[in-house]
């Protein structure tokens, strides 16, 4: 079995981590091969939207440390590449992907996990699942993009509160507080994410791409820089043949037939 079975069908491409024995934590490799496939998805026009979850107890438990924290002879320098090209690679991948993301979110999401499936674009969890800023228990500061997408999903105090005591937050209380979107029974979860993945994949796909990149870079945006994202987004979207689909459907009084193109 793979440790990130792939499947694509009706335009959706459904990730799923393989690792239960282990709450599906992620080795370099799975790592780099989830990298890789997102890049695919986001590239290939044929996919128009992604469902990432995990297998058994696990959403994802974060990077896999049961080989130690590095080892050898390390120089200043060495963490802060593996960093960059390891776990903020991956942040990228899922923040940088041109069709939306869905995290179903199964069960324990733990430090880098729990970033993972925060930086999605849409996050379904299941009544068991948890989230844990785990790294204040292990003396590390956090990374995988932690303290730029907490603050900005719950602000400075929320974030600091998750990150300084380290508590596992059920699945409720991260709906609370606006960390998910939808808590659903944990039978229901794929079924869920199957239905919203369909509505996504029959949408206008570069609409979403360039919606999805307004909303990220906004709040790192000054007024003028956003109106300007958002004027030049209309612009380049206004050539694609779903936008002319959508008007046409409009003035014709119909629903209209999206391609994602």
């Excluded at 400075?156 to 609370?176: C, T, Y």
Aim: net charge negative.
């Amino acid at each position: 079995m793979s440790e990130l079975e792939v499947e694509r069908s009706e335009q959706v491409a459904r990730l799923t981590l393989n690792r239960p024995e282990a709450l599906n934590a992620l080795t370099p490799a799975l790592r780099d091969r989830l990298i890789d496939v997102l890049a695919e998805a986001s590239a290939d026009p044929e996919v128009r939207a992604v469902v990432l979850t995990g297998t058994g107890r696990g959403f994802c438990a974060g990077a896999d440390l049961r080989g130690g924290p590095g080892g050898g002879d390390r120089v200043a320098g060495d963490v802060a590449r593996v960093l960059r090209v390891g776990a903020q690679r991956l942040i990228c991948a899922v923040l940088d992907c041109e069709k939306p993301v869905i995290a179903a979110v199964n069960g324990t999401a733990a430090g880098l996990g729990a970033h993972l499936a925060l930086a999605c674009d849409l996050v379904l969890a299941a009544e068991s699942a948890r989230f844990i800023e785990v790294f204040v228990r292990r003396g590390l500061v956090p990374d995988a993009g932690g303290a730029h997408l907490l603050p900005r999903l719950l602000g400075p105090h929320r974030a600091k509160e998750l990150m300084f005591f380290g508590d596992a937050l059920p699945a409720p209380d991260a709906l609370r507080l606006g960390l998910v979107n939808r808590v659903v029974p944990d039978e229901e979860l794929a079924k869920t994410a199957r239905e919203w993945a369909a509505r996504l994949a029959t949408g206008p796909t570069r609409a979403l791409a360039l919606t999805k990149h307004l909303v990220n870079t906004s709040l790192d945006a000054d007024r003028a820089t956003a109106f300007a994202a958002e004027a030049w987004a209309q612009e380049i979207n206004m050539t694609t043949e779903d936008a002319q689909e959508g008007l046409r459907a409009f003035l014709e009084r119909r629903s209209p037939e999206f391609r994602g193109r």
